[in-house]
Every structure is written in structure tokens, then in C-alpha cells.
């Protein structure tokens, strides 16, 4: 957005714009007076007073030739709206999808987790019942190595 260099009389330059028109909530664009009104006080006044300093053939062509672009330019806005719109509602169409697969690879990690837990506990207690063998084992060892000592 730029900004006129030119000083409006006792407005801040920097200050925002803010339309000033009696249009009220319930008012209807099918009015003239209405869209008079609403399009007097769509422009900031910088853009008034440049209007003002014009003279009519050159307002008037300006004016022509800014409806003819935009004649021009409306039918491809239309269908750069209707594009984003459809890339839109594709995005919002995979970001759901995304959100279900999300939510079902939340669930298999539960499982994994619930898998992986019981998986922890089997392994410590197999390594606790590896260990009391081994103890046992060792101590039968000890006990057959001795009585063999003894009997020699």
C-alpha cells in the first residue's frame, strides 16, 4: 500500500483511513444514493483532491478507461477466484484426510507402545529367571565341584 506524498489538509499522512459514509447495516446497494454515499467515501481524501484537481475530459477518460480494464480484467479475476477456491477446498479435503490417517497412526502407536511395554516385561523377567537358573546353576556347580574334591 503506498501512501500520497501529498499533505491533506490537518490529516496525519500515516494515520489509517477510515470511510466515513452514513451508509447504515441495513441500507441496500439497489439505492443510487446508497452506492453514491459508499463509493464518495470508499477513496481516502488524497485520492479526492486529485480527483478534484482534474479536469472533466480527463477525469471522464481516466474513468472510462479504468471501467474498460476492469471490464476486461473480470472475467479472468472470476476464474483465478474459482481456481483458488477449488485448490482450497482440495487442501482442506487432504488436510481431513490427513487428520483421520493421523489420528489412525496415533492408535497403531498406542498399540506399539502397549506392544513394546509387555515386550520390556517379558524380556526383565526372563532376564530375572536367566539369572535365579544361572544362580542355581552355579551353585549346583560349586556344590558337584566340591563333593568331588572331597571324594578324591
Not at 500500500?1 to 446497494?29: A, W
Not at 453514491?36 to 477525469?59: G, R, Y
Not at 477456491?85 to 482440495?90: P, S, V
Request: aromatic share 6%; with cysteine.
Amino acid at each position: 500500500m503506498g501512501s500520497s506524498s501529498r499533505d491533506v489538509e490537518g490529516l496525519d499522512p500515516y494515520e489509517v483511513y477510515v470511510p466515513d459514509c452514513s451508509v447504515k447495516n441495513d441500507d441496500s446497494l439497489k439505492d443510487a444514493d446508497v452506492c453514491e454515499d459508499a463509493l464518495s467515501h470508499i477513496a481516502p481524501p488524497s485520492v479526492h483532491n486529485t480527483i478534484a484537481e482534474m479536469d472533466d475530459d480527463l477525469m471522464l477518460s481516466r474513468m472510462i478507461l479504468s471501467t474498460c480494464n476492469l471490464a476486461a480484467m473480470l472475467p479472468q479475476g472470476v476464474a483465478c477466484f474459482r481456481k483458488r477456491m477449488q485448490e482450497y477446498e482440495d487442501f482442506s479435503k487432504k488436510k481431513e484426510k490427513m487428520k483421520s490417517s493421523m489420528s489412525a497412526m496415533k492408535k497403531e502407536i498406542g498399540g506399539f507402545v502397549e506392544k513394546e511395554a509387555a515386550w520390556d516385561k517379558k524380556v526383565s523377567d526372563l532376564t530375572r529367571m536367566h539369572e535365579i537358573e544361572m544362580s542355581d546353576l552355579n551353585k549346583s556347580f560349586e556344590a558337584d565341584r566340591l563333593k568331588l574334591k572331597d571324594d578324591r
